[in-house]
């Protein structure tokens, strides 16, 4: 286990950032919550987009500005198994036969890890003070699951949520239908994998959906939405953070108090 005060470098993520900024604030509770000195330095994409549409050029540049903004940390971590795993898995790769930028790859990749397995790998965490009441589903993201073996420690802490009851989704390790550019290239198959998905998710009967990468969780959370459930969609550093308070993946936002005419508020 690492010594108390180590810095850690949070790798926002694009769609956190853009999208769901709420599991920024969640992730970064729940290191400093572990001891860990969290710092947000100004970041870009990881690239991953890049790399997987085949722009090498591109995806070699991004990757090191990344791998120059994160140098200085002892640990970088992403609410994210997918651009974890493409620092950790596809950095090396991307810069394979660079005697300059190949050891600078490896050290960053040797040090990243996703949100969950690093409290629980890393830091050794075993518990979380959080509460929710719900019957809970759990979905394993391709890359965090294949790239990075996470599966066990997401359910760990789950395990000690109060008032949660976890119930396995069945295939819970099969894709839902996202991949990054594959939902808007091929959006057909995209749309069946994804309501094979759904149907998986409403026969738990569970009325929360939890997985650790944001577009899995907007993937799945639009097609329950469009297919009528009425089921939560949170990603799950939200619930191990004590922070599921507010509205849902996709929910609105509740509408605001008006005062009456000629009365104050």
């Known amino acids: 286990m690492p010594e ?5 470098g949070l790798f926002v993520t694009c769609l956190v950032d853009l999208i769901r900024p709420s599991v920024g604030f969640a992730a970064a509770k729940l290191l400093e919550d572990a001891g860990c000195i969290v710092e947000v330095p100004r970041q870009t994409c990881c690239g991953q987009p890049a790399f ?4 090498r050029g591109d995806a070699r540049a991004i990757a090191a500005q990344v791998i120059e903004t994160f140098a200085p940390f002892d640990y970088v971590v992403a609410p994210s198994g997918s651009c974890a795993g493409m620092i950790k898995v596809h950095y090396p790769e991307l810069f394979h036969g660079d005697p300059n930028w190949r050891p600078r790859a490896d050290a960053l990749a040797a040090k990243t890890f996703e949100l969950v397995s690093f409290l629980v790998d890393v830091l050794g965490l075993t518990r979380v003070d959080a509460r929710v009441e719900a019957t809970a589903t759990y979905h394993d ?32 390790d099969v894709c839902c239908g996202f991949g990054g550019g594959f939902c808007v290239k091929y959006p057909d198959i995209s749309n069946v994998i994804v309501a094979k998905k759904a149907a998986n998710v409403a026969a738990t009967g569970a009325s929360l959906l939890l997985a650790g990468d944001l577009g899995c969780l907007m993937n799945m959370a639009g097609k329950l939405q469009r297919d009528g459930h009425a089921i939560e969609v949170r990603h799950v550093a939200e619930v191990l953070a004590g922070m599921a308070r507010g509205p849902a993946i996709g929910m609105p936002l509740p509408e605001p108090v008006r005062s009456e005419p000629g009365r104050s508020s």
């Open 4 to 8: 108390p005060g180590k810095r850690v």
């Open 52 to 55: 997987n549409s085949g722009d």
């Open 141 to 172: 993201g391709c890359s965090g699951l294949r790239e990075l073996g996470v599966r066990a420690q997401p359910r760990k802490l789950l395990a000690t949520v109060a008032g949660l009851t976890l119930t396995e989704l069945p295939d819970a």
